[in-house]
């Protein structure tokens, strides 16, 4: 009996380990955007950023840069991961594109979908983020999260931090905001 559900077991393994691998291997080609369906995303989420976020408008006029993810589908069964794409701008303008993935092991059964505004409030981390080769959130930069009260106009608030994250879902911002391991590429488009 115990040799069955070592057998079992192995098997289960091997189908897990399968899907979350086809889960990583898939999502550029089954998610990908073209430039205009991520420029539309980006516009839609900054206006949502700017409805959301009590002040945001103004509170965008002091970023030296915005790196905008309309879409972050996050999925799990057992084995987890999350990818988007998305365009980083500049002055209103935007200059690159790129992708977002992470992955996660633990309790997790099905899909969601987020959207993510980073802002950079300093130059010389926004310049470190774009000559960087795959920027990981933890390791080669923290990305804050601020919480203040509901109504309160961001700009009342004494942010210190150099990057600054706000993430959204279908039921506005959320306040739990981790983005620890998430990897950030430049891609062509």
């Keep these: ?33 073209s430039a205009t369906e991520i420029d539309i995303g980006v516009s839609e989420t900054l206006k949502e950023f700017k409805v ?14 915005v790196l905008v993810f309309p879409k972050i589908i ?6 987890g991961g999350e990818y ?14 790129y992708s977002t993935a992470a992955a996660s092991i633990g309790l997790q059964l099905g899909a969601q979908s987020k959207s993510l505004v980073i802002v950079f409030l300093e130059q ?19 990305v804050a999260v601020v919480e203040w009260g509901t109504g309160e106009d961001i700009n009342t608030i004494d942010i210190e931090d150099p990057i600054v994250g ?7 911002l959320m306040f739990n905001l981790t983005l620890e391991g998430a990897k950030f590429s430049r891609i062509n488009k």
Excluded: C
Aim: proline fraction near 2%; aromatic fraction near 12%; avoid cysteine.
């Design 52 to 65: 959301e976020v009590p002040g945001g408008e103004q509170f965008l006029e002091r970023a030296t840069g």
């Design 84 to 97: 988007g794409e998305g365009a980083l701008m500049i002055n209103g303008e935007t200059v690159s594109y």
């Design 1 to 33: 009996m115990k040799q069955w559900h070592k057998h079992i077991m192995k098997k289960w393994t091997l189908l897990m380990t399968s899907l979350g691998m086809l889960f990583f291997a898939s999502p550029a080609l089954t998610l990908a955007a």
């Design 166 to 172: 706000f993430m959204f879902s279908n039921k506005g």
């Design 124 to 142: 010389e981390a926004l310049n470190y983020f774009r000559n960087s080769k795959g920027w990981k959130a933890g390791v080669d930069g923290s």
């Design 74 to 79: 996050k999925a799990g069964f057992g084995i």
